[in-house]
Structures are given as C-alpha cells and as structure tokens.
C-alpha cells in the first residue's frame, strides 16, 4: 500500500469513527439468559478467623506456637555464632580511635544548633569506658576462664557461647554480640580480645591462649 492509499484509508477510518460514537444508542434490553448470582467474595478476617479456628480444634495451633517458643529460646539461650572469628594465635595490639562524623546539623527540639554536619566527635571525651571490654568464644572453657580471672572490672562479650547457661553459671552477667555489630565496628578477626580506654582512643589487644592439653 502507498502512502497516498494509506493517508485515504486513515481518513475514512476516521470518520467512521466519529460518525459511530455520535449515533444515538440503540441498546434492547434482551432479558435474562440462563441463572445469575449475587457477586460476593468471603471477608478475609473471616477466613483467617475460620482457618485459626481449624487448627486450634485439631491441636495444630498449639503445636505451631509450642515450636516458636522452642526456636526463640533457642535462639537466646544459643544465638548465631559470629562469623569469621578464629583463635588469636599471637599478641597483636592497635589503637581505634572511636570518633564519628556527623553527616548533618544536630538540633535542639528549640532549634539551637548543638553540633554542626562535618563535626567530629569522640564519644570517650563526654563518657569514658568504665570498664574493660572482653570478646571471647564461650564455647572454649580457656577463653571463658581468661575472661573471667580479668583483674579490672570488666564486661565480658561473647561472640559464640551460650550467654545465658554461663551467666547462671559463672553468677556474672555475659553478653553477646548480637549480629556482630561490635566486632564489625572494632574490626575483630580473632579471640580472645581485650579493649581497653588510652587517653581519647581504645587499645585493642588480641591475647592467645591455649587449651589444656595442647603443645606450645
């Protein structure tokens, strides 16, 4: 087809159009054909109501929540070990230095600047660590017990272990790096590990200790 052909066809095409869309309408009411229904959809909240419903009856639901009470203490009493963490195997000491740099304007709720984007601030300068920190695997029994003969007041951490069974253990709190946020932020590769307060920076110490048992 030429153009000159295409151009008269897409005229005539519209104006059939036009001509159509401005024709009166015509529609006959042809009656009811065949059994009709009301549309309707069950209510959601009924159907998750029927289905709980369901399963208490068939002891189901008891089964479901008895399973999640076991996985989360599981996941107290145990909780994911840190990855990447290995035994020190040599003394290694370096200084962090904790500041943060605010990434913008910190104010007051009366709009008084309290510290300005760019700032950097170092957290030991407005509240020192009052005690030492210790990160060690609570599954080996000589890091828990260097930990624990720790002369100067200290928080013990744990990156693998059971928190709680030591805790009862040991009658002395230990905690655990939950998702591995503090050993990320200090860079921690290996344990035990002591972090300790030096002037307005934190001594980072990586102490090798061994097994009973175990050659030299």
């Known amino acids: 087809m030429n153009p000159g052909t295409t151009r008269v066809a897409v005229a005539v095409l519209a104006i059939g159009l036009s ?8 529609a006959k009411d042809l009656g009811v054909r065949g059994e009709t229904w009301t549309i309707a959809e069950p209510d959601l909240l009924d159907v998750i109501e029927a ?3 369901e399963l208490e009856q068939s002891g189901s639901l008891a089964k479901l929540e008895n399973g999640a009470r076991v996985r989360a203490r599981s996941r107290i009493e145990m909780p994911e070990p840190v990855a990447g963490i290995a035994p020190a195997t040599e003394y290694h000491t370096r200084v962090f ?6 990434d913008r304007d910190i104010r007051l709720t009366d709009g008084t600047l309290l510290a300005a984007g760019g700032t950097r601030l170092n957290p030991l300068a407005h509240a020192p660590l009052s005690r030492d920190l210790l990160f ?38 230990f905690f655990f790096d939950q ?5 990320a932020r200090f860079g921690l590769a290996a344990t035990p590990v002591l972090i300790e307060q030096d002037g307005q920076q934190l001594r980072i110490t990586e102490v090798p200790v061994r097994d009973r048992g175990s050659r030299p």
Do not use: N
């Open 51 to 53: 289905r709980l419903l």
């Open 136 to 173: 060690i695997d609570g599954r080996r029994d000589v890091e828990v017990g260097w930990a624990l003969a720790h002369a100067v007041p200290s928080k013990i951490v744990l990156l693998a272990g059971r928190p709680l069974d030591l805790t009862r253990r040991h009658g002395r709190p």
């Open 179 to 183: 998702g591995g946020r503090l050993s």
């Open 19 to 26: 001509v159509f869309l401005q024709m009166p309408a015509t």
């Open 97 to 102: 230095d904790p500041s943060i740099e605010i």
